[in-house]
């Protein structure tokens, strides 16, 4: 069972590191809806490992 939270975790955090690309690359062709998207995803990925964290 922990073995499978720290896959998760790692899961996650993989995932806020593509999201935060995702949003530096969209701050550089200065498009909105991309850079809402890539806010979106940051603050969802983060609130998922802080959620994973917690159990």
Known sequence: M???????LLINQFSLIIATIFF??????KNF????IGLGLILY??????KS???
């Open 2 to 8: 922990e073995k499978i939270k720290s896959v998760q």
């Open 53 to 55: 964290k917690e159990k």
């Open 45 to 50: 990925t983060s609130d998922k490992i802080k």
């Open 24 to 29: 530096v690359v969209s701050c550089l062709y």
């Open 33 to 36: 809806w991309l850079i809402l």
